[in-house]
Structure formats: structure tokens, C-alpha cells
């Protein structure tokens, strides 16, 4: 078993423990009783709703790769987005572990340089912030000014995620104004991993100074061909726009084939303010994210505990669980189609 099979194994042990634990501490006797109460056809919407999400999110990838000069087909852009998904979710800390893979495997089946595809990537999960936000502001605003009942955790919870946008957007436009520097400082830092890399892979040369300085211009160069196209931002963030509340109908509908019918405020805010736990050091954020749904959708949902752990392990097995099945199919086929 090697390294990088090792640490997934791990992650996913660790987030399996998390998931027992926080069952466990709800009660294992209520949250099975009220899954045997879900209803099945609106459990079809459950699968059919995440199907829009991850079709919306497949097709901000498709609008990215079109900017940056490599184009490929809507349907498959859709496709290699769920196998970039898969990465993410089996990869420790999520999207910041699983971008090299998605990169790979974009530029693969994009027939692109490396950079290309990891620009894609990082512009996409990029474009994600803006209308996360929005979503989760509208959410925020409607929850407050309704019945819900608010706790401290819940204001800790919105005010911690403006301030983590905050610092992102600070940090990004730093790094942009700077753009010459940070380059520059990228290339001596990846420079000599790089050459360790190589000593202790066999039949590996490492590139030379010239050759990282090329690559990373043209990471930035493609990042800047997304930035500078309103028309590629606009259709992205409409489309990122779409998932986030396709997400968040799908928690709702988990809510209510419980019997549960809660205003869509609660999940329009729980849902991408949650989804920030996928930077835990787990697989997908599992387990982190789940906790962080529970903890937020008592106080502004008004559901019982063991009633927003079922709906949310319902949701996850719609979002997670179903797109990493698929996403790890489609990965192996575009594994094997590159060996080819």
C-alpha cells in the first residue's frame, strides 16, 4: 500500500470514527427510526436535484476551459467535473488535496499542459465564493427575520464565514497586485522540490528554472484569461449560482421526506456556510461537514436533532456518496484512456 493509498485510507477511518461518534451522540435508535420513515420518491428528487448540482458545477468548468483556449464538450466537461469530484472527496483536506489530481485529469481529457488544467480548476472553485455567499447572506437575512430560533452558534457561524471570505478575497487581490512577486516566489520554492522529488523517483529528471518559470507564468496567464472575461464570470457565477441552490434544495428535500417542512432560508444559509468544514483534514470534509449541517440546522430549521442528523446523512448520500461512485467510474475510464 503506498503513500497516497495509506493516507486515504486513514482519512476516510478517521471520518467514518467522526460519523459513529456524532450518530452515537444523537442517538443511533432515533436517527434510524426516522430514515425508515423517509419517503421514497421524494429520496428520487433527493438524487435527481444533486444530478442538477453536479451538472451546473461540470458546466462552470466547461465556461473556464473555454476562456482559457481549451474547450471541450458540455456532457463531458460534466463528466471529467465528477471525477474531479471524486478526487476531492477521497483526498484529505478536500479541495486544497485533491486539485492535482482534478488538474491531471482535466488537462488530460482537455489535451492541455498541466497548468492549464490546474488553473481551470482553481478558477472554478474560485468563481464558487461569490454567489456561496450570496446564497448563504439571503439565507441568513430571511432566517433572521423569520420565527427560526437563533442561537449564538449560528451568529459565530455567519460572522466566521464573512471573515474567512474576507481574508480569501484580501489574500487573492494581495497576491494578484503582486502578481511578478509570487511568481517569482513560487519558482524558488518549487524549484528544489521539484529536484528532491526526482532523487527519490526513479527515472525522473527534474525540470529546470526555465522550464517552472514558463509553467507557473502560464498557471497565471490562464487565471487571468478567466479573470478578464466578464462574460466567462457572469455565465460561471450564475451557474455556480444554480448548484449552490440545487444543494440546498436537496437538504431541504431530505428535511422533507422526513416530514419535516422547513423554510428554504434554513438550508439556503446551513448549506454553503457548512460546506466551509470541507477544509478539515478528512476526505470530502466527511464527517466535518456533517457536524457542522447538524449543529446549524436545529437552531434555524427548528427540527430535532436526530431529524437533521437522518436528513442530512440523506443529503450527503446524494451529494457525497453517489458523485464519488460515479466520479471514481469516470476517473478509471480517463486513467486507462490516458495509459492508452
Partial sequence: MNGDRLSTFVGFLAALVVLSVLVWAVGIDDVLGALQQADRLVLLGVVVVAAVWLSAWGLVLW??????????????????????????????????????VSAMLI?????????????????????????????????????????????????????????????????????????????????????????????????????????????????????????????????????SAVGWVALSTSLWLSLYALGHTVPFSATLFVVPVGSIAGVTPLPGGLGGIETVFIALLVPTAGVSASAAAAAVLIHRGGTYWLPTLFGGGVAAVIGAQHRQ
Fill in 63 to 100: 465556461t473556464v476551459l473555454r476562456a482559457i483556449g481549451t474547450p471541450i464538450s458540455g456532457p463531458k466537461a460534466v463528466f471529467v467535473f465528477a471525477a474531479a469530484v471524486f478526487s476531492n472527496n477521497v483526498t484529505p483536506f478536500g479541495q486544497a488535496g485533491g486539485e492535482p
Fill in 107 to 239: 488537462s488530460s481529457v482537455a489535451d492541455s499542459k498541466y497548468e492549464s488544467g490546474l488553473a481551470a480548476i482553481a478558477s472554478v472553485d474560485t468563481l464558487h465564493f461569490v454567489p456561496s455567499m450570496t446564497c448563504a447572506i439571503v439565507g441568513f437575512v430571511y432566517v433572521v427575520a423569520g420565527a427560526a430560533r437563533l442561537t449564538q452558534d449560528v451568529f459565530v457561524a455567519a460572522g466566521g464565514a464573512v471573515l474567512l471570505v474576507a481574508l480569501i478575497v484580501t489574500v487573492a487581490a494581495l497576491g494578484w497586485r503582486n502578481q511578478a512577486r509570487v511568481e517569482a516566489m513560487l519558482v524558488r520554492v518549487v524549484t528544489p522540490i521539484l529536484a528532491l522529488v526526482a532523487r527519490v523517483v526513479p527515472r525522473r529528471t527534474p525540470p529546470d528554472r526555465a522550464t517552472v518559470t514558463e509553467r507557473i507564468e502560464g498557471f497565471f496567464d490562464a487565471v487571468g484569461r478567466v479573470g478578464r472575461n466578464r462574460r466567462t464570470l457572469v455565465t460561471a457565477m450564475t451557474l
